[in-house]
């Protein structure tokens, strides 16, 4: 894998591929600016599987999410940058306002969100459970955001 998927039938014919017994793991955000509790949340994601996969967010889907300042970096320079990343195995972009569908074409053993989120609440949990699949909501890095960088500069 190790490569950018502009395609979510790319990506679905890869992974059918290569699961056969590895558990995926699946996690989304816009990761407009790469940060320390970015790294050590998606290494700690990672090793809860042996695939991870990540929906990144496409630029229009940021703005709406976070203004329209945002994102910093283009969605082909986030996707980059994320696909380089040794404990990233593949990058789907996803419009969307959350990545359900995403989801369910990846069909994730385990679908992982940042700590600020309740498990209750991550958008595709309920599906991800459905078929005894996990659902977790990882340790917040505390003291790193992108909010926090882009007021610092």
Known sequence: MGRVFRSWDELERDLGSRRSGRKVVFTNGCFDILHLGH???????????????????????????????????????????MAALGCV???????????????????????????????ES??????????????KALQFVPGHSTTAILKRV
């Open 89 to 119: 195995d593949a990058v789907a972009l996803f419009g969307e306002d959350t990545p359900e569908e995403l989801i369910r074409r990846v069909r994730p053993d385990v679908l992982v969100k940042g700590g600020d989120y309740r498990v």
């Open 122 to 135: 991550i958008a595709g949990a309920e599906f991800v459970q459905s078929y005894g699949g996990a659902v």
């Open 39 to 81: 790294v050590r949340y998606l290494r700690e994601a990672r090793s809860l599987g042996d695939i991870l996969v990540v929906g990144l967010n496409t630029d229009e889907s940021v703005r709406k999410l976070k203004g329209p300042s945002r994102p910093v970096q283009d969605q082909d320079a986030r996707a980059e940058i």
